[in-house]
T-cell receptor, first 113, second 114 residues
């Protein structure tokens, strides 16, 4: 029973355009949401996060949007660069246990030059 | 510089053998975690520890064991009871719970069956 879902296994975008990666969750107790980026044969690296009290958080080219009523979050990358090509995981933690992170299955982003 | 070190990078296990994956961190983090990643799936939590000499089972703890004798170290043993151990194993750490802190990951160990 996967509580965090990334329904698009892959996404291909032209350099300079916007990349939008989506994530849905089922647990209404999730309170903190994160995006990680992973290159092959490496561990994920933290990219950006958002608390449930906000609906948007921005860091440079990366913006995360949270829609609590729809239980949906998205990561926008503008403009996309070839170095952004990686697998992106969304993750969430619940109010009752900040030590339990639930991960989606990842979306592989390919930014074409 | 600070980080998480996992070793070895690749590991092969014979049938019926126990193997131990190493995870060391110098970030002074209280919490440490072990995840398993299979192709096309997200990271699944095996065990986690919030403090030395204490740890909790995650969602897929069967066939695995851990210890936390030192703050810096959280080794994972894949026992012979784990019938499908071939996977990519990731260790992570974070600051104490309740602080909305992200996890920091090592580069993983890929375990295969001979």
């Amino acid at each position: 029973d996967q509580q965090v879902k990334q329904n698009s296994p892959s996404l291909s975008v032209q350099e300079g355009r916007i990349s939008i990666l989506n994530c849905d969750y089922t647990n209404s107790m999730f309170d903190y949401f994160l995006w990680y980026k992973k290159y092959p044969a490496e561990g994920p690296t933290f990219l950006i996060s958002i608390s449930s009290i906000k609906d948007k958080n921005e860091d440079g080219r990366f913006t995360v949007f949270l829609n609590k009523s729809a239980k949906h979050l998205s990561l926008h990358i503008v403009p996309s660069q070839p170095g952004d090509s990686a697998v992106y995981f969304c993750a969430a933690t619940p109010l009752y246990n900040f030590n339990k992170f639930y991960f989606g299955s990842g979306t592989k982003l390919n930014v074409k030059p | 510089d600070g980080g998480i070190t996992q070793s070895p990078k690749y590991l092969f296990r014979k049938e019926g053998q126990n193997v131990t994956l190493s995870c060391e961190q110098n970030l002074n983090h209280d919490a440490m975690y072990w995840y398993r990643q299979d192709p096309g799936q997200g990271l699944r939590l095996i065990y986690y520890s919030q403090i030395v000499n204490d740890f909790q089972k995650g969602d897929i703890a069967e066939g695995y064991s851990v210890s936390r004798e030192k703050k810096e170290s959280f080794p994972l043993t894949v026992t012979s009871a784990q019938k499908n151990p071939t996977a990519f194993y990731l260790c992570a750490s974070s600051e104490i719970q309740g602080s909305n802190q992200p996890q920091h990951f090592g580069d993983g160990t890929r375990l295969s069956i001979l």
